[in-house]
C-alpha cells in the first residue's frame, strides 16, 4: 500500500508541473501573439478592428477594416485580397459614416 501512494503522489506532482508548465507556455504565447497591452489589459492601436462586410458573390465579400484609426475597403475574393479604398485617419469631430459619406466629405468618388 505504501508503494501505491508513493507511486501515485509521484504521478500528481509531475502531472502538476506539466500543467503548470503548459499554462505558462501559454500565457507567454498569447502575450505575444496579440501584441502590447495597456495597464488596464486593453489592445494598443496597432490593432486590425473588422468594422463590416457585405457579400457581392459565393464567395466575394466587401470589407471594411481599421487600422490606427484609418479605415480601408478590401475585396476580398478565393484568389487574393486588394485594397479598393482607403481613407486616412479621421478627425475627433466625426463620427465615421458610411464610404459614400465619407468620400463625399473629402471630395473624391
Request: no cysteine; net charge positive; glycine share 12%.
Amino acid at each position: 500500500m505504501e508503494s501505491f501512494a508513493l507511486s501515485f503522489a509521484s504521478m500528481l506532482l509531475a502531472l502538476t508541473f506539466v500543467l503548470g508548465l503548459a499554462w505558462i507556455v501559454l500565457r507567454l504565447l498569447r502575450a505575444r501573439l496579440q501584441g502590447p497591452r495597456d495597464s488596464k489589459g486593453v489592445a494598443g492601436d496597432d490593432v486590425l478592428r473588422f468594422v463590416r462586410a457585405l457579400p457581392v458573390g459565393t464567395r466575394e465579400r466587401i470589407v471594411i477594416v481599421e487600422h490606427r484609426g484609418a479605415r480601408w475597403m478590401l475585396g476580398v475574393t478565393a484568389g487574393g485580397i486588394s485594397t479598393i479604398a482607403h481613407w486616412p485617419q479621421m478627425g475627433a469631430g466625426t463620427t465615421g459614416g458610411t464610404a459614400q459619406a465619407t468620400q463625399a466629405r473629402q471630395g473624391t468618388y
